[in-house]
């Protein structure tokens, strides 16, 4: 019996990772320095404060440098669609970002594998453009977009990682400020046999100055949501700007 639980977790954990950080390719090379954008990234103190349990990155390396570093999982139709709404879905799609002007990136994913977690995962992205204009402008349009997605489901092929479909459907977008948040709730095709491979997101972009941040939270199955969706992932983006200078 606690075989079958660890593989469980260990799929949950698998396909929780993949909806969180896109499902992305490894990217060729050496990450130049995104000094700046780095700084900005939540240490585990922080971002375990702001969900209300212990995240850690287990000692792995973030990704630094440029466009090139973001998630690049879906690039068409094909890959997800709507297209569009993978913005809201993922954390900082490549395909999103490749057009703007990205002077530099840094991104790092956080874990926790106990059972007892309300919040189990969390991906964190930084991304600095060439001016507050361009940051400003790039926030208002997710704003549109994420209220055009709200109430639409986004199907997902995970083709070469478990190959299947997953339905991500997108609620409770709202703007307040700086910061726009929302919820994704996804159930995977066909259902395996050791998970029921749903996992709850929250999700939260904040800017401030030239620099967008991006946070995306997987709670744990048996927490449910809260009367305030988007809460804590908002709590995240909220520490994070705080730190840009």
């Known amino acids: 019996m606690r075989r079958v639980t660890s593989r469980r977790s260990s799929r949950a954990a698998l396909l929780a990772a993949c909806l969180l950080t896109g499902c992305s390719s490894v990217v060729p090379g050496s990450p130049s320095a995104a000094k700046t954008a780095f700084a900005v990234l939540p240490t585990e103190d922080q971002i375990s404060t702001a969900v209300g349990n212990r995240l850690s990155t287990f000692d792995f390396e973030p990704f630094i440098?440029?466009?090139?570093?973001?998630?690049?999982?879906?690039?068409?139709?094909?890959?997800?669609?709507?297209?569009?709404?993978?913005?809201?879905?993922?954390?900082?799609?490549?395909?999103?970002y490749e057009a703007l002007p990205v002077v530099e990136a840094a991104r790092q994913s956080y874990f926790n594998w106990n059972p007892g977690a309300k919040t189990t995962g969390a991906d964190a992205a930084v991304i600095r453009l060439a001016s507050a204009?361009?940051?400003?402008?790039?926030?208002?349009?997710?704003?549109?977009?994420?209220?055009?997605?709200?109430?639409?489901?986004?199907?997902?092929?995970?083709?070469?990682?478990?190959?299947?479909?997953?339905?991500?459907?997108?609620?409770?977008?709202?703007?307040?400020?700086?910061?726009?948040?929302?919820?994704?709730?996804?159930?995977?095709?066909?259902?395996?046999?050791?998970?029921?491979?749903?996992?709850?997101?929250e999700r939260a972009v904040g800017v401030r100055r030239d620099t967008i941040v991006e946070v995306s939270l997987a709670l744990s199955p048996g927490a449910g949501r809260s009367?305030?969706?988007?809460r804590s992932a908002a709590a995240v983006a909220t520490a994070m700007l705080d730190k840009v200078r």
């Open 133 to 201: 204009e361009d940051a400003q402008r790039t926030f208002d349009d997710f704003a549109r977009q994420w209220q055009e997605c709200d109430g639409t489901s986004v199907v997902k092929h995970l083709r070469g990682v478990t190959d299947a479909e997953v339905d991500a459907a997108v609620s409770d977008v709202q703007v307040t400020g700086s910061v726009l948040v929302a919820a994704v709730d996804t159930a995977q095709r066909p259902q395996a046999a050791v998970t029921s491979g749903a996992v709850a997101l």
């Open 65 to 96: 440098g440029g466009a090139e570093i973001l998630p690049d999982g879906y690039r068409t139709d094909a890959d997800a669609s709507p297209l569009a709404c993978v913005a809201v879905t993922d954390t900082a799609p490549r395909v999103v």
């Open 227 to 230: 009367a305030d969706p988007g």
